[in-house]
């Protein structure tokens, strides 16, 4: 027997280990003459090649989603009417008003009475958390991606909706930190564009919002070189 009969080499379809002169692989069962076994021995990674293309052309710069700690305000706010929620279930209130004002309730009337404030009082707590958990979810709903090209954003919790800026829309941005803002490490980076649909835009509350602050500024002046557009004032 040849020394070449123990030559081995591995399939194109399922890289096993196969000899040299199979014809069709045993493992996988395709036959290693076929056109489709030819195209892929001239082009042995034609998907990864395509993949690192796209990856090429779709340079995305930032990516970010608004901050948490951008609702510290209404957290804020939402706790203070929880608290007042909390001390009226507990106090009794038409009491102090009955003895303040002497409109002589009976105990029947003022046991109705704290039923309505009690319900009350859990009404005005659920729709706070309500209010909150809604504001929670639509500020993780929501995403910015930024590349060389254009600004996109998709935004919504029942309604998915994405749109976009063309990069060289861009004609002024700014940057707001308030003191919450700067104790937290995030900011809101405002645009000025010359798009019909979105005019003026906001990257609301994001972490690095001088990082993008200076991405935009950069990309834009190099979009507007690349298109020859000029920003007239």
């Known amino acids: 027997m040849a020394f ?3 030559q ?3 399939c194109l379809f399922c890289a096993e280990t196969i000899q040299a002169r199979a014809i069709k692989c045993r493992f996988c069962g395709e036959f290693l003459n076929s056109d489709k076994a030819k195209a892929l021995e001239a082009d042995p990674e034609p998907d990864s090649q395509s993949s690192e293309d796209e990856e090429t052309s779709d340079n995305v710069l930032f990516v970010a989603r608004p901050s948490l700690w951008g ?3 209404a957290m804020l706010k939402g706790l203070f009417f929880i608290v007042l929620a909390g001390l009226l279930v507990r106090l009794p209130l038409e009491s102090f008003i009955n003895d303040l004002l002497g409109l002589g309730l009976t105990e029947s009337q003022s046991w109705t009475v704290g039923g309505y404030r009690i319900i009350a009082s859990f009404g005005l707590g ?3 958390v309500f209010v909150l958990v809604m504001k929670v979810v639509r500020l993780k709903m929501t995403r910015y991606e ?3 090209d254009r600004i996109e954003w998709s935004r919504g919790i029942l309604d998915r909706r994405v749109d976009n800026i063309d990069m060289f829309r861009v004609i002024d941005l700014k940057m707001r930190r308030s003191v919450i803002d700067c104790i937290f490490g995030i900011g809101t980076v405002g645009l000025i564009t010359t798009d019909k649909t979105d005019p ?3 990257f609301e509350k994001i972490h690095r919002s001088r990082e993008l602050y200076d991405i935009i ?17």
Do not use: C, W, Y
Request: no cysteine; net charge positive; glycine share 2%.
């Open 4 to 6: 070449t009969d123990f």
């Open 8 to 10: 081995t080499k591995q």
């Open 71 to 73: 609702m510290a305000p």
């Open 126 to 128: 659920l729709i706070v």
């Open 146 to 148: 930024v590349s060389p």
């Open 200 to 202: 003026k835009f906001e």
């Open 217 to 233: 500024k950069k990309a834009s002046l190099e979009a507007d070189r690349r298109t020859g557009v000029v920003h007239l004032e």
